[in-house]
Structures are given as structure tokens and as C-alpha cells.
């Protein structure tokens, strides 16, 4: 991907006259850069800051260059270096922030001597600033749409400068940053895990994702899973019973068998909206999860204090909002108090007509964050997407594993695994999403759930990975 940004405000680029006290000047219409000559000369430092930069966190930076429009020069060589700034988010070059030649600079830098006059009135570019961007990207509070500043230093061996035009003389003529990268490995991917007892956690740990479910909790299949490297996350399937549908005994015994079964994130229900699967109210889910939060970290004797619980897995996106609202409704009439719940878990689907379209399944997980935000109980909570994918049949429709793999034109309804590990990967609420699935079996699954055309395995085992979702997978994964 390559993406060409532009110094967009005014006092995104400046120039400080390095004399005693320094002089910010953001507001000039031309950037000087070198050193001005004479007994009463000075040097100038300079900066150019890009907002909303979209290089995710560790990305390979492949290529990167300033562009700036040519105005003067007093004189050449004149020979310049330069540095990125060594910040997760620059800010502006205002006299309320650091001056631009006291701003920390990365380890890294370029020299750029200029030694031939750019024709008048041209664009002319640095040299390859890759490793600029790069320390920049690679630092650990770094995040996507994040702002990055080029900082330039000026090296008094030449006493000439370079005149180009600023942002306040004409935003078209502003400087630019060309940056090319490649989208770093997915770190937030995982699978539903169909056929635990057939599929080695192993075979599914080398498709790239990081983390599985299987609709309940097994000591030796979170013991596996581990081993694997991948996280485990423990399910409480049903709420129809209320406090009831809560095993105790079994909780305590998966929790105890382990020290790694600890600190894990519960999640809690597999789909209580749908009548075919946990089918529960909101009321008899807010007493499972009442049970639950107490098993795992209330009361005297808490199974595991370090618990995280997320609910409700949730697969009807036009109620999502309705259902937690009756939920907590019922929790607070319950126990005077909110739900204890550490993030939110839903199952992101379409329907049978647009079943492919990304877009669509983007803008369902966009639209539940933005009521999610207007919620004091839930706001700013993660979101696991506990099961996403295209719910079809290859013998209906026989195309489809082709355009989740992205073979075909561009577009909404083509490419979906690509399409949503980027939407994913660039929100930061999103802490999981785990594809359906490994394997989903036509002749074994029930009447009208022979989905299988996202199956990232050939067969139960693992044996190979399908052509072509589960070379996509491996391939976005990696």
C-alpha cells in the first residue's frame, strides 16, 4: 500500500531561526532550510508534521520521501539531515509545544546534501527516509491514523539555504510524504474451532491465528491450545436455566487444573438471541451471568479473581442494543448494580443476499460501537468478535470460496477475510476475531447449516489448508 499525505495546518510546518532566544516562525509562507551566511547568520531547524498517517503499528515500511515545492536557494550546496520525530503522536509546531529543534529525534537519520538547483516552480524530493518512518512505526504507542512529524537539521559546513513554499502561502503547494508499506502480520486473528477432538491445536496454530474457541471449556483442549501458542477462550454456552444453566463444579475443576487457566477472558453465551442455539431472555441471562460473576470472582471463595467476563455473543445485529439494554435492566433490578462485564463478544453475520459484503458486516460493528459509546456501563470496553464469516453452502454456492479469498473484482462483496482483517486490525476495540471456521463438515452439520465455504481446513483433521480461504487466512495471518 502507498499512501501520499500533504501538511494540512498551518502550523504543521515551520521554521525556527536558531539565534538567542529561538524564533518560531509556523506562520511563514516559505520554509528556509540550510544556514543564512554573513556575521550575523544563523542556522535554521525545520519540521514537517502529517496528520492521520494510516501505516499500522510495525508495518514494513518498503519506501518513503518527502516532496517539497521548489521557491529559491541562496546558494549551493546547501546540506541538510534529516530525522523523524521520536513520538507515538507529533503535535503541532505552536510556541506551546517544543520547538521543533528541541523535539526528540530518532536514532536514525539521513543526510541530504543538495547540490543542484531544482528547476523553478518543480516539486523535488529527499532521499529514502524508510528507516525514519520505520523507528517511528516500530515504536510501541504507535497507532494507526497516528500523526508523524520530518524534522530537519541543518549542517553548518554550508552556509546557504533552500527556499520552499509553506502550507500559509498555498495548501496545494504544502510539502508532501509518500510512504509504501506492507500491512503487518494480523496479531488479533483467530478461528472457531470446529473439530477440536480430530483438528491438532498445532495444525490450527500454523494457519497464523492467535487465539480459538470451541463453544465451552476443556482442560485439555485449552492445555493444547496453549502448548500451541494460542490464547484459549473459555465459553459459558448456555443462560435458559438462569443461575442454573452455571455448573459450578465443572467451572472450578477447568480453572484448578492449571495455573494458565487463569486470568483468562470468559465469554459468556453462544448466541442467547437465537432460538436455535443458547436461546435465552435477557432476564435469564443477567442470572447466568450473576452465577457466573460469582463463581469465577465473587463471593468467599472465587474460583479465579483474574477472570475477564465478556457477553452476551450476541448474533442479531438489529438487537444487539435492545437486548444488553433489557439485560442490565434486569442485572441492576437484581443486585442494585451493573453488569460486571470487562468487554462485549457478538457474532458478526449477513443474511443469505448479502452475505459477502464487508462493507456491511464493517458498518453492523461500527454502528453497535457508537450506541456502545453512548452507554456509561459499557463505553470504551473491548469488543471480541467471537465468530464472524459467510454463512453458505458450497453446493448453493460454489463461487463464494473464491470471493472470500478476494479472487474477483473489487469491491464490497468480494474479498471479505481482507477486507475485515483491516477493519479489525484498525480499531483498537476490536481484541479478537475468530473466523468460521476450521471445518464445518456439509454431510455431518445440521439441515440448513452446511456452511462451509469458509472453511479454512480441508477435512477434520487439518490435513491442508483449502484453496483458496485457507491460504488467504494463513496469508493475511503471517
Not at 529527499?126 to 504507535?142: A, Y
Not at 512529524?149 to 520552499?164: F, K, P, R, T
Amino acid at each position: 500500500m502507498c499512501w501520499q499525505g500533504q501538511v494540512g495546518a498551518a502550523d504543521d510546518d515551520t521554521t525556527v531561526a536558531l539565534v538567542t532566544p529561538a524564533v518560531n516562525q509556523s506562520r511563514r509562507v516559505d520554509i528556509f532550510m540550510g544556514t543564512l551566511a554573513g556575521a550575523g547568520g544563523w542556522a535554521y531547524a525545520n519540521g514537517f508534521r502529517f496528520a492521520e498517517v494510516p501505516v499500522e503499528p510495525g508495518a514494513r515500511i518498503i519506501s518513503a520521501w518527502l516532496s517539497l515545492r521548489y521557491k529559491y536557494h541562496s546558494g549551493l550546496p546547501v546540506n541538510l539531515h534529516l530525522y523523524g520525530e521520536a513520538a507515538d503522536a507529533s503535535l503541532p509546531f505552536t510556541d506551546t509545544y517544543t520547538l521543533v529543534h528541541e523535539r526528540s529525534r530518532t536514532a536514525a537519520s539521513v543526510a541530504w546534501p543538495i547540490s543542484t538547483a531544482p528547476a523553478s516552480g518543480t516539486w523535488f524530493d529527499s532521499p529514502d527516509i524508510t528507516q525514519l518512518v520505520q523507528e517511528i512505526v516500530n515504536r510501541p504507542g504507535w497507532a494507526l491514523y497516528n500523526p508523524l512529524s520530518i524534522l530537519v537539521a541543518s549542517d553548518a559546513s554550508s552556509a546557504q539555504y533552500v527556499d520552499v513554499w509553506a502550507y500559509d502561502w498555498s495548501a496545494d503547494l504544502a510539502a508532501k510524504l509518500e510512504i509504501c508499506s506492507q500491512r503487518s502480520p494480523g496479531r488479533k486473528q483467530g478461528l472457531a474451532w470446529v473439530y477440536r477432538g480430530s483438528t491438532p491445536a498445532q495444525k490450527v496454530a500454523s494457519t497464523g491465528a492467535k487465539g480459538v474457541l470451541h463453544w465451552g471449556y476443556n482442560s485439555t483442549v485449552a492445555a493444547a491450545a496453549l502448548e500451541a501458542g494460542l490464547s484459549y477462550f473459555p465459553m459459558q454456552f448456555g443462560c435458559a436455566q438462569g443461575e442454573a444453566s452455571i455448573d459450578e463444579s465443572a467451572i472450578r475443576s477447568f480453572v484448578s487444573a492449571s495455573p494458565r487457566f487463569q486470568g483468562l477472558a470468559w465469554l459468556a453465551f453462544n448466541e442467547p438471541d437465537s432460538p436455535v442455539q443458547a436461546n435465552c431472555t435477557p432476564q435469564q441471562a443477567a442470572q447466568a451471568l450473576r452465577k457466573l460473576d460469582e463463581v469465577l470472582r465473587g463471593g468467599n471463595n472465587p474460583a479465579d479473581p483474574t477472570a475477564k467476563i465478556y457477553c452476551c455473543g450476541l448474533v442479531d445485529a438489529r438487537t444487539w442494543d435492545v437486548y444488553l439494554t433489557d439485560l442490565r435492566m434486569a442485572y441492576v433490578n437484581t443486585t442494585g448494580q451493573n453488569p460486571p462485564l470487562d468487554g462485549v463478544h457478538l457474532h458478526l453475520y449477513n443474511g443469505a443476499s448479502n452475505r459477502l459484503d464487508w462493507c456491511r458486516l464493517r458498518n453492523k460493528l461500527d454502528g453497535f460501537r457508537v450506541w456502545q459509546q453512548g452507554q456509561g456501563w459499557l463505553a470504551s470496553r473491548p469488543i471480541i468478535v467471537s465468530e464472524y464469516g459467510v454463512l453458505s453452502s458450497s453446493s448453493q454456492y460454489p463461487d463464494d470460496s473464491q470471493r472470500i479469498a478476494g479472487n474477483c473484482a473489487a469491491g464490497c462483496d468480494c474479498g471479505v477475510l481482507a477486507g475485515m482483517f483491516d477493519a479489525f486490525q484498525q480499531r483498537s476495540w476490536v481484541q479478537t476475531h475468530l473466523w468460521w471456521a476450521t471445518y464445518s463438515d456439509a454431510l455431518a452439520a445440521p439441515p440448513g447449516e452446511t456452511w462451509d465455504t469458509g472453511n479454512v481446513f480441508t477435512d477434520r483433521h487439518g490435513s491442508s489448508l483449502t484453496d483458496p480461504v485457507g491460504l488467504r487466512y494463513r496469508e493475511l495471518s503471517r
